[in-house]
Every structure is written in C-alpha cells, then in structure tokens.
C-alpha cells in the first residue's frame, strides 16, 4: 500500500529555541526549519512547501520589517500556490495587515499558542488540498470539456461523472437547478464532450424573448408569412441541425408552442411558419428549467407527453450552499480569472473574505459569487480582496473586548465545526484534519455541546469505531 505523502511546512523563525518548539508541534508533518536569511528562497525552490509559517519580526523594527515584506514578495512571485502564514509580535497589528495585503494566506501574533497556530497552518494546509484536488478533478475529466465547472464537493463529482456518461449519446437531456448554478456552462459541456463538438451550439433562452416572436425565433419563417417577412429565415433550430439546441427556462415556453416543439421532439423535423414542408433536423436537444415542471403537469403549465420526451435523462445540479467546500474553489478561480482580465494585480483572498465567502448561503449561487468577485476586484483598494470588498459580513469577526480565553474557545470551537463539515460528521477524518487523536475530538465534541451527527450520515452517531458509552447498548 502507498503511504500517502506528508505536507510540506517550513518554518523560518530567527529564535532558535522556537524553531525546536515549532517543529515539535508540527511533527506529523514534512518540516523544514531555517532562518530568514538570502538563502531563504534556493529553499522555498529546493523544498516546495505547502505552507510557510514566517515570523516576519517586531513591529518596532522598521527595516527588519521592509526586509520581510520584500522576501514574503519574492516566495509568492517563485511559488504564487504557496500559502504564507505571517507571524508578528501582538503589539505589530499594520505589519501583519500589510503581509495580508501583499499575499499571505493568514497571520498570527504571537505569543505561542500550541493549538491556535496548529488550527490556522492545518486551515491553510486543507484550503491548499482543496486546490490541488480540484485542479486534479479538472485534468481527470477534461479541462476543455468541462472549462469552468470547478468543484471537489461529491455533488460535483457525481454531476460531472453523469455529465461524462450521457454525452456521447443523443439522449434528450434535461437540467434542474435554481437560478445562477450554471445550466448554460453544463449544457456547453455536454456539446464539448459529444460527437457533435464541431457542429452549432445554439442557446435559446425562453423567458427572456416575447411570446409573440418566440415561434418565429425557434421555427423561422416563409416570406409573405406575415407582415415584415421579407424573405425565408430559419430559426433557431433550424440553424442548429447537426449540433446542440440548448432550451433554456422551457418552463416559460406558452402552452400554444408546446405542442410545436413536441413534434420537434419527437421526429426532429420543424415546419416554418407559412411553410407546408417539414424540415428534417440532425439535433441533440437539451432544456433546462428553475421551475419544478412536474408539479404543472395536469395543470394546463405543461404538456406531460413534452415533460416525458425532453427528461430521458434528468440531470440536478446543487445550489452552491450544498456543495460542501466549493464555494471558495469557485471565488479563487473566478478570483484569478478576473483579475487577468481586468489586469488587476489581485494576489488572493484576505482571511476573513475566506470565512464570509464559505459562511455565506449564496442564494444567487455562482452568478451572484461571479459578480461579487468582479465588483470587489475593480473596486478592491489593496491587492487582497477582503470580505468588505465582496460586500459581506466577517462572520469570525469579535468585538474588541473580548478576552483571549472567550476568543480561543469560540475559535476552537469554530474549527470543529468546519472540520466536521469538511468531513461529513465522519470522526476519523475530522480529527485528521485538526491534528487530534480521537479521544482528544470527543473531549472537544463534548466541551463545545456538538453534535457530529448534524453534519452527515458518518457523524458520531453512526461511526463505527467510537466506543459504547457506559450504559449503552453493550451493558
């Protein structure tokens, strides 16, 4: 059996005593120790680490702290996926903002919190795994293919998979999912990964052309048809044969031509309007909705024979708020792709532009995240869009008063629950991704009033290898 292979964590710390506890601390991992020096970027080359825990020095030093923003610069500009963890004293509050704004991941002040800093560097160690899982996915299922649809969740996997599965065929193919969670993107991908990728892809949307012209848009028409028709036009459909038609919001389509393209459906043939031959289609056709048709079928809202014909294959796509660690994958590259278009020197997200963007429901999912990005990189003062910059709330933001025992708890507890969230409620996975034994996680399950049960079917109620209670079943 493989063993998988350890993060890569390098610590470059002056103290020297601190980098024996530092790499104490983080024994389960690859750590290199080494003092910020000129050799200090030969070893981020050499080594390649996941994440960097650099002390960047007191505040009170002026040039000390020039010299550690200018080498913080120059580890992301060699290793731009590297995720930097910038450590000051308590009382150096601009220095670490100004380490944020250039690039690090997170900052921590000291003095030394053994379990603190273990929960911020396994933070930006899973947000690295997610990165690399995704691009992974991507490589996997066809980076062309399936451009734009970013996702690690198991929604995600299970969607591109059915997508990878029903391409090939001609199957009719209908797409549910709320507004914003990109039905258009995932229809594209079924062209792309067809045997029709080099004919038309022609997309329709139903609801946002009038009724009265909807038929002539989709059949064409014959000159003389009707006033203004000049001369013979195809329509959409029409100017699909051989490709993809892609029927967006089907549910707005009137009643009047659901009965037309039921023909269109079923013998892929269309008549244009003031036409008497029918025309014969080559197609593959694929609708996608936000309405739950079914429940207008019987209603006079639909036909039941056009809702059996075009669902042969009824593919879900999850609102972002289900899919599980997605939603900071999806701001990342929307991130990076933005700001290259825009030419932007945006670097990354701020710590808390992190927790709000995975705190957030989403209820415009992609779109509304793909807006957010754009009007946060145009209007972003720094390089490091913050949660301000996307127009939302930090939920890990405490009032100033709070004292630093309230603080460690509610931070301790905040990292469970993400954990477990990540993890699906499985115990082994979540104490994986914290740093604990499985005792140690049941103590903290225990002292922040947590039930892993609520965050999946392997929580703790259905994990196999947690011991009875006294009193349980085995008493």
């Known amino acids: 059996m493989a063993v998988a292979q350890r993060r890569k964590l390098l610590i470059l ?34 080594t390649e680490p996941d994440v960097v825990l650099f002390d960047l020095g007191p505040g009170a030093d002026p040039a000390r702290a020039e010299q550690s923003l200018a080498l913080l610069r120059q580890i992301l500009n060699i290793s731009p996926d590297t995720k930097i963890i910038a450590m000051t004293e308590h009382d150096a509050r601009e220095l670490a903002v100004a380490a944020v704004g250039l690039g690090a991941a997170d900052f921590y002040h000291k003095p030394i919190d053994a379990g603190v800093l273990s929960i911020v560097v396994r933070r930006a160690l899973r947000i690295r795994e997610l990165e690399e ?39 009719t193919v209908l797409l549910l999912g709320d507004s914003g969670t990109g039905k258009e993107l995932l229809a594209r991908a079924l062209h ?21 012209l909807l038929e002539s848009e989709l059949f064409g028409y014959e000159k003389g048809a009707f006033t203004g028709a000049a001369r013979r036009t195809a329509g959409k459909l029409e100017s699909a044969d051989g490709g993809t038609v892609f029927l967006d919001e089907i549910g707005e389509m009137p009643p ?102 995975q705190a957030y429901r989403w209820p415009g999912n992609v ?35 709070l004292n630093l025992r309230v603080a460690r708890q509610r931070a301790e507890a905040q990292a469970v629950r993400q954990s477990l969230a990540v993890a699906k409620g499985n115990l082994s996975r979540t104490a994986e991704l914290l740093g604990v034994t499985r005792p140690t996680l ?34």
Not at 23 to 45: I, K
Not at 272 to 287: E, F, N
Not at 372 to 378: E, L, M, Q, S, Y
Not at 448 to 467: K, V
């Open 13 to 46: 710390e002056n103290d020297k005593a601190l980098r024996r506890e530092l790499e104490s601390v983080f024994s389960d991992l690859d750590v290199t120790v080494a003092e910020a020096s000129e050799q200090t970027l030969a070893l981020v080359r050499r």
């Open 442 to 475: 049941y103590d903290l399950l225990g002292k922040h009033s947590i039930d892993a049960a609520q965050f999946g079917r392997a929580g703790a109620a259905n994990d196999p290898e947690r011991p009875l209670e006294e009193g349980g079943a085995g008493s």
């Open 256 to 357: 009047s031509l659901q009965a037309k393209l039921l023909r269109v459906v079923q013998e892929r043939t269309v008549e244009r309007i003031g036409g008497r031959v029918p025309v014969v289609l080559d197609l593959r056709i694929v609708c996608a909705t936000n309405r739950p048709l079914e429940a207008l079928l019987g209603t006079g809202g639909f036909r039941d024979d056009l809702y059996y014909r075009i669902s042969e294959v009824t593919i879900r796509i999850p609102p972002l708020r289900e899919r599980q660690g997605d939603s900071l994958l999806v701001a990342q590259f929307l991130l990076q792709q933005t700001a290259e278009r825009f030419g932007k020197p945006t670097r990354g997200l701020a710590p808390d532009a992190i927790r709000a963007i």
């Open 133 to 171: 899982e995704n691009w992974r996915l991507r490589e996997r299922t066809g980076a062309m293919a399936l451009e734009g649809i970013i996702g690690v969740s198991d929604s995600m996997r299970s969607l591109c998979r059915a997508i990878e599965k029903v391409a090939p065929t001609n199957a």
């Open 192 to 212: 792309r990964l067809s045997g029709r990728a080099h004919k038309p892809f022609v997309a329709i949307n139903c609801a946002a052309i009038p009724d009265t």
């Open 367 to 401: 779109r509304e995240l793909e807006n957010r990005i754009k009007g946060a990189v145009i209007m972003a003062e720094g390089v490091v869009v913050t949660a301000s910059d996307l127009g939302l709330e930090d939920p890990g933001e405490e009032p100033e008063y």
